[in-house]
């Protein structure tokens, strides 16, 4: 899940929201480190799955392959949090043609980019290659930016940017 800001709303609805953050995002189901030849050096799923500060390295022309739990599209997106020095270029699972690039990868921070250029066949597995030493902390299919979410008579808009937060605390949120 996406670094986790807790706010109180009181009782079912905070609960509802926090249910219905989380059935927005899609989450990583399997993740591998692979080799230049896009042979499997290890898995990686535990240490990608949280934004917890635990990294993994994929050294340049190497490539870190993510299945997600269902198939993505050209109106999703993926979102990383990662450093390094370079940038990352996106194939679908052993494809030769890229379909997107995160650029300027440097210091610790989440980065996005779209699926938008995706052809043909909706699919769950990428093969995501390092352009330089990139180090891994998070991948996801976040909630879409500034995506409405009613709780109760609420709504709220929610955006990733360094994780889940409302936009505005209007309707008594305390952060706690």
Do not use: C
Not at 1 to 26: E, Q, R
Not at 91 to 106: D, V
Not at 114 to 135: A, E, H, P, Q, R
């Amino acid at each position: 899940m996406a670094k986790k800001t807790k706010y109180f709303i009181g009782g079912a609805v905070a609960i509802t929201l926090m249910i219905i953050l989380s059935s927005n995002l899609i989450l990583v189901k399997n993740a591998y480190s692979l080799d230049e030849n896009h042979h499997r050096i290890e898995k990686v799923t535990s240490i990608i799955l949280n934004q917890d500060d635990n990294w993994t390295e994929i050294p340049n022309n190497n490539y870190l392959r993510v299945q997600f739990e269902r198939k993505l599209n050209k109106s999703n997106d993926i979102l990383i949090y990662a450093k390094g020095n370079g940038s990352i270029e996106v194939y679908k699972k052993g494809a030769k043609t890229k379909i997107a690039e995160f650029q300027n990868i440097s210091s610790p921070g989440f980065y996005r980019i779209y699926l938008s250029s995706m052809k043909g066949v909706d699919t769950d597995t990428f093969d995501l290659k390092s352009k330089g030493n990139i180090f891994y902390d998070y991948v996801v299919d976040p909630i879409e930016k500034n995506k409405e979410v009613q709780v109760g008579s609420y709504y709220e808009k929610y955006e990733i940017n360094s994780g889940l937060y409302p936009i505005s605390q209007g309707g008594g949120y305390n952060e706690i």
